[in-house]
């Protein structure tokens, strides 16, 4: 169920992509959604109270995406996985905000956040089984 739930997770590999291509390489970002990305930066500068640049905000949440993903395949430790779980469910928690703000669906982060947060109870449960034995 982990891994199904991480693979599922790691959808989230493009998204992040093309969120650092923002940064490095705007001329290749589609005209269709670079013309939504001051609307979405707007939105969190003005929650944040902070003037937020698409240059910087979008490879950052794209950054966190990829590094978040890596991390629940174990590629940054044990340690690492459950904060992650814990750190990307937040991020779904954000999108979904966002998803919401723009009425778009927010099915997809919430259930990603969701896995996340089945990811790291079951994480939590194997722990708890194996102090028991």
């Known amino acids: ?12 590999v493009l998204p992040g992509a093309m969120m650092i291509a ?3 390489a705007p001329a290749l970002v589609p005209a269709a ?3 939504e990305l001051p609307k979405m930066t707007a939105l969190w ?18 950054a966190c995406k990829l590094f978040g993903i890596a ?4 590629l ?3 340690v690492a996985d459950y904060v992650c779980s814990i750190l990307y469910a937040v991020l779904c928690g954000f999108a979904t905000y966002q998803h919401r703000a723009f009425g778009e669906p927010i099915a997809p982060p919430v259930v990603i956040g969701t896995l996340c947060l089945v990811r790291l109870g079951l994480d939590m449960a194997a722990k708890s089984k194996a102090k028991a034995t």
């Open 1 to 12: 169920m982990k891994k199904l739930s991480t693979g599922l997770i790691s959808t989230g």
């Open 45 to 62: 500068s003005e929650k944040f109270g902070v003037d937020l640049k698409p240059g910087y905000f979008f490879p950052f949440v794209g």
């Open 33 to 35: 959604f670079a013309s």
């Open 76 to 78: 940054f430790g044990t």
């Open 22 to 24: 923002v940064g490095l």
């Open 71 to 74: 991390s629940m395949w174990g």
